[in-house]
């Protein structure tokens, strides 16, 4: 089945530093959604990408789906302590209605 | 966008016993889904939620264990059965709209001692 792999699990950064966790799917995706998750909170939904090479931003982020339709990453650039969650993409692949989850990477940020 | 509320949104049950967990969208979703989340990790979906249907369950899910019901559009129950510890959990209630944005409800945390 399809499978999605989600880097790093865990980062730890410097208020301020920049941020990327990268997702990887085993098969081709017909869209990649990114959620967030703060502490104890819920999955939130911040942004769909459909478009092959799709680059999307949401002030300091930026999301990107690759060529192939197989990759995407979120990048946060100068982080603040706002920033700390739980990120996860969510791809799905074509005939399938229903997305797949990765794992999640886990930003800590230390003020 | 939908909100979703659940409840209870906590619970602390007996080993053995059951508890239904009752999910509320405010708007016309096209489909709900069920979804258990452990502390710290991903999500893993249970089942679809089908209108006046049985719900589609997920490789490892059964409906002995999981019944789940929705009569209408925005409403959906969830009842875990014959509760273990392994139950331990947090249920999240999830509804998409047309356009395939999922909102999650707020999830109830379940501890079976």
């Known amino acids: 089945g399809q499978q999605v792999m989600q880097i790093p699990q865990y980062q730890h950064v410097q208020e301020g530093e920049d941020f990327t966790t990268y997702c990887n799917s085993s098969?081709?995706?017909?869209?990649i959604q990114w959620y967030k998750q703060r502490p104890g909170g819920h999955p939130v939904f911040l942004i769909q990408?459909?478009?092959?090479?799709e680059v999307k931003k949401q002030k300091r982020l930026t999301f990107q789906f690759g060529e192939a339709k197989k990759n995407s990453s979120l990048h946060i650039t100068a982080t603040q302590t706002t920033d700390v969650g739980t990120y996860f993409c969510?791809?799905?692949?074509?005939?399938?209605?229903?997305?797949?989850f990765g794992r999640g990477t886990s930003l800590i940020v230390h003020p | 966008s939908a909100v979703i509320s659940q409840k209870p949104s906590r619970d602390i049950c007996q080993r053995g016993t059951s508890l239904t967990i009752q999910c509320q969208v405010d708007?016309?979703?096209?489909?709900m889904f069920w979804y258990r989340q452990q502390p710290g990790q991903s999500l893993t979906l249970i089942a679809t939620?089908?209108?006046?249907?049985?719900?589609?369950?997920e490789s490892g899910f059964v409906i002995d264990k999981f019944p789940i019901s929705r009569p209408n559009l925005t409403f959906s129950t969830l009842t875990v059965s014959n509760m273990s510890p392994e139950d331990s959990s947090i249920y999240l209630c999830?509804?998409?709209?047309?356009?395939?944005?999922?909102?999650f409800g707020p999830g109830t945390r379940l501890l079976v001692l």
């Open positions: 708007s016309q979703v096209t489909m």
């Open positions: 098969t081709t995706l017909s869209n």
């Open positions: 969510a791809g799905r692949a074509g005939g399938s209605y229903i997305p797949t």
């Open positions: 939620a089908n209108q006046g249907s049985e719900a589609t369950y």
């Open positions: 999830s509804g998409r709209l047309a356009g395939e944005t999922q909102y």
């Open positions: 990408l459909v478009k092959s090479g």
